[in-house]
């Protein structure tokens, strides 16, 4: 407690809403995956298991569109804690006896996570921007590093979570005990992070929540292709194509999609080391062109593979490590780069709106893969055509990066 009573205030609040995010994440991965997998054991089909997490990703969009508009108003503090007292909510409405576990009910507690997660997830990244001198490109981009890979590390750790507690404790268990860990989060939340934090001197009106920054357009519309060539083969069908294909049980894919987003997460957070950064430079629109070209080439090689007859065990694994680790380096610049863009009075709306992007394409992606795993016969040819989808919109991303301004290295 010494320690931390010496730290500068800006340091105290950024490990205040780390640990928020942090805490909030572990759940959030969790529930993912012990949704997923116990529909699954009941029988739900891929697309109807797809369709549990619809509301989650489309009140995603609503929430990031209006909540940056909302942190400005009330400030950043605020929007989190509205975000983690809500997925403490959406975790107790899972926990009804099993009978009333319909589609509808599932999908309305979805709905509320998403909520939660995005005005979470804005209010985290809006706070770095505050918390970080604004000359100081180089160490926000360090610290923009640290926080998205370590959430994503957890976010792995909650996936394997998810399973574990699935096998022990059952869904029941496992639900109740992450709300009561999440709810303890909350009261320290309430009582630690600073009360003015993130809010706007000059209050922005209703239509300001769309960016007038070019930069801030271009780089949501890549964003929001990124995310859906990820979660187009991620959410349902490799989930249920290494159960139902390759015949792993509950803990192994969780396990093993644990560690695939843990060290995707550790990677982002060393992406500045691999972009430059150790060499005194920021990366800019060029190098979000390139990495994006890069990524674009693998999901069609994963396809290749498959459909010429290589061991899918083999094929899909080693192209989901070397996947991982180029699309967390991809994901890790679009987040420095989206800090660095949005304006410091009203930080919320430009990350508001480009976080809104991101879960449109979380959104397209879900649906589809549920949707095209199903149509093209699930198992190895429904993989290989979400492969090729997913391919598809990478090159959209490409194509869309290559508008972004590019800066001189700092």
Known sequence: MNMLSQLSPAIRQYLVVTGNYWAFTLTDGALRMLV???????????????????????????TNLVGGWLGAHLGLN????????????????????AAWLTVPWVMAAQALSGIAKDLNKMSAKSS?????????????????AILTGSKNALKGAGFFLGGALLMLLGFAGAVAAMAIALALVWGLSLVLLKKDLGKAKQKPKFRDILSKSEAVNILSAARMF?????????????PVFLSQTLGWNHSQTGGFLALWVIGYGLVQAVAPRLTGKAAGKVPDGRAATLWAALLTLLPAAIALGLMQGLSPALVVVAGLLVFGAVFAVN?????????????????????????????????????????????????????????????LFLLLTTLISLRLPATESV
């Open 331 to 391: 994901s890790s610049l679009h987040s420095y780069l989206i800090v660095s863009y949005a304006s410091r009075e009203g930080v919320s709306l430009d990350v508001g709106f480009y976080y809104m992007s991101n879960a449109m394409g979380r959104l397209i992606g879900t649906v589809l893969s549920g949707w095209v795993f199903q149509a093209a016969g699930q198992g190895v040819a429904g993989l290989e055509v979400c492969l090729w989808v997913s391919a």
């Open 78 to 97: 605020r929007t989190m804690n509205i975000g983690l007292g809500l997925q403490v909510v959406a975790l107790a409405m899972l926990l009804v006896p």
């Open 36 to 62: 997923v997998l116990h529909f699954h054991g009941l029988g739900y089909s891929p697309l109807e298991i797809a369709l549990l997490f619809l509301f989650y990703e489309i009140f995603g969009v609503v």
């Open 226 to 238: 990124l995310f859906g060539a990820r979660d187009v083969w991620f959410v349902v069908a490799l």
């Open 128 to 144: 770095i921007k505050l918390l970080v001198p604004e000359n100081a490109q180089g160490a926000l981009y360090k610290w923009v």
